[in-house]
């Protein structure tokens, strides 16, 4: 099947999310801007979130086309402050947060370990850890207060294991998110809130634009299927994760990823 053909036999799901609000952070484009989209079609109201504002407002028309309301909050992941203030105004907006998607984070340089410098360590961790973190503490406390709620981390098939050399600390990245899902769902399975992720394998977006220095074609013959992913298809996992549809679905990693880590 190619990707038009995949991408075509999407189904249009009933408004399962009617009513709910929904926050996605690094929706400024890619997979973030799709599970926006794709959120909105089920009938939620959609806080997209990110640093471009331009690309954000672009997110929001195409947000509100699907006949929903949509805000653009500007935040950086990595700052405490930042993230505190981003869920505080979806909460004064919209009065709650039901769903939140963690898609913001950043990629880092390609070089092997020995080679890398403390200051990238530490601006990866940052945004991809921390960030998470720090996303994940405010959005938590936010669904305490309204009853419960779904959060999906968008992870990586790199927080399965080293999939390609010179990424080490992407990859440590990427495992301490799936930690993070893991931990957060135990920590509040009794509260109403599910914690999961999804992990893409490689997605035509512009991430894999620059990793691929413009061919990214190469990238699927990685893959048993022998193309790339779309963004919308991974939208799709985020989106089911977030629905009604996964209620007994706690603390699991979803990975959306042309049978790689079959092989």
């Not at 926006?36 to 690309?55: D, F, K, N, P, T």
């Not at 949509?70 to 907006?93: L, N, P």
């Not at 009853?147 to 992870?155: D, T």
Request: charged share 20%; proline share 2%; hydrophobic share 45%.
């Amino acid at each position: 099947m190619s990707e038009k053909q995949a991408v075509k036999q999407l189904s249009s799901a009933p408004r399962a999310l009617e009513g709910k609000v929904a926050l996605v952070t690094g929706a400024t484009g890619g997979i973030g801007r799709a599970c926006a989209i794709a959120l909105a079609r089920q009938g939620a109201s959609v806080v997209v979130s990110g640093r471009r504002e331009r690309e954000g407002q672009e997110t929001v028309s195409l947000v509100l086309a699907q006949g929903v309301e949509a805000v653009f909050i500007s935040a950086d992941i990595s700052s405490e402050v930042e993230v505190e203030r981003m869920v505080a105004r979806t909460v004064e907006r919209f009065g709650k947060i039901d769903i939140a998607v963690n898609n913001a984070a950043a990629e880092g340089r390609v070089a092997l370990m020995a080679d890398q410098q403390r200051e990238e360590v530490e601006h990866l961790f940052d945004v991809n850890i921390t960030g998470t973190w720090l996303s994940l503490k405010y959005e938590l406390a936010a669904m305490l207060r309204s009853g419960g709620g779904s959060i999906v981390n968008v992870v990586s098939i790199h927080g399965f294991g080293a999939v390609v050399p010179g990424l080490s600390i992407y990859t440590a990245s990427k495992h301490a998110i799936v930690g993070l899902t893991k931990a957060a769902a135990l920590d509040y399975a009794q509260s109403g809130i599910r914690v999961n992720a999804v992990a893409p394998g490689p997605t035509r977006t512009e991430m894999l634009e620059r990793a691929g220095g413009g061919n990214v074609e190469s990238f699927a013959e990685l893959l048993p299927m022998k193309r790339l992913g779309m963004a919308d298809e991974i939208a799709e996992a985020v989106a089911w994760l977030a629905s009604p549809a996964s209620s007994f679905v706690n603390g699991h990693v979803i990975a959306a990823d042309g049978g790689y880590l079959a092989q």
